[in-house]
């Protein structure tokens, strides 16, 4: 019996467009070159395929600038698929954009469709429940939306805050087993994580919470020495994926695909 949670069969990962050099970030700290977020999504690609999965991997779309941040346009559960509606307004016509395949993979896709926003970047999946951070990309409509699509499957929804500045609720933990959540002290400090084990990233090294558990690798950026040490020692085994350019526009390593087994 495979985890809910972190064992997957499949991944979809979207190629980097050409245009992603216009894609949105919330600092300006450079250009992210073209060539080497090819190279680093090239070896994040290759590190799935290592866990086992089958990688279908997408065209890029040149007319969406961040949609090689797949993750943000759809909720793959182990009993449906949802399509988002991006909060980003350049980032909303991914969500159309990924149905049809959404719609070859999984005998039930359903779609929030209201006036509310929800992007996947915001939604943590563990065993037990479902938690989605308000943000500035997702709101209570769109959340309580999405629960209204998932309760009817069995799934729990958990209202959480994603904290003020962060992008995604993601963008500060991970799960990384059954129970147990990699987050920065900010967003564990909300409380929002009392009924889980919890492994806090390094001090200073807050940019690597945003890591993947998939099947029996935990996936992090590289260059953070002090956090890949704590996973190690905790019997995590790790591997670094180059994460310098998708960095530059606030992505990182679960917005580059969507994990899930076909039902
Ligand atoms: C954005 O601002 O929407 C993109 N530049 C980055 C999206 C990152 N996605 C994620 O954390 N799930």
Redo the contacts with the bound molecule.
């Keep these: 019996m495979l985890s809910a949670s972190y064992e997957f069969t499949h991944a979809l990962c979207r190629l980097p467009s050409k245009s992603l050099i216009d ?3 919330a600092v300006d700290i450079g250009q992210p070159d073209y060539d080497k977020f090819i190279n680093d999504h090239h070896g994040y690609v290759e590190v799935l395929k290592e866990t086992g999965a089958e990688v279908i991997v997408l065209d890029g779309l040149e007319e969406f600038p ?1 949609s090689v ?1 797949i ?2 346009a759809a909720l793959c559960l182990p009993k449906l698929a949802v399509v988002m509606r991006p909060g ?1 307004p350049t ?1 909303l016509g991914e969500a159309e954009a990924i149905k049809p395949t959404l719609e070859k993979l999984y005998s039930n896709v359903k779609q929030i469709n209201g006036s509310g926003f929800i ?3 915001d939604i943590l999946v563990t065993e037990k429940e479902i938690l989605v951070g308000l943000s500035e ?1 997702t709101d209570k409509s769109g959340v309580e939306e999405l629960a209204s699509i998932v309760i009817p499957f069995g799934y729990k929804v958990r209202i959480v805050q994603t904290p003020e500045g962060v ?2 609720f ?2 500060d933990c991970s799960l990384l087993d059954e129970n147990t959540i990699l987050t920065t002290q900010k967003l564990a400090d909300s409380g929002c994580f009392e009924d889980y084990n919890i492994l806090y990233v390094a001090q200073g090294e807050e940019a690597c919470a ?1 890591t993947i558990r998939f099947n029996n690798y935990v996936i992090m950026p590289s260059g953070f020495p002090k956090t890949y040490e704590k996973l190690v020692a905790n019997g995590y085994e790790v591997k670094t994926i180059g994460n310098t350019e998708a960095a530059k ?4 390593m ?2 580059l695909s969507l994990r899930f087994t076909p039902v």
């Design positions: 894609g949105l970030r961040d941040f993750e943000d980003a980032r992007e996947g970047g990309r992008l995604h993601k963008t945003n526009l606030d992505g990182g679960s917005c």
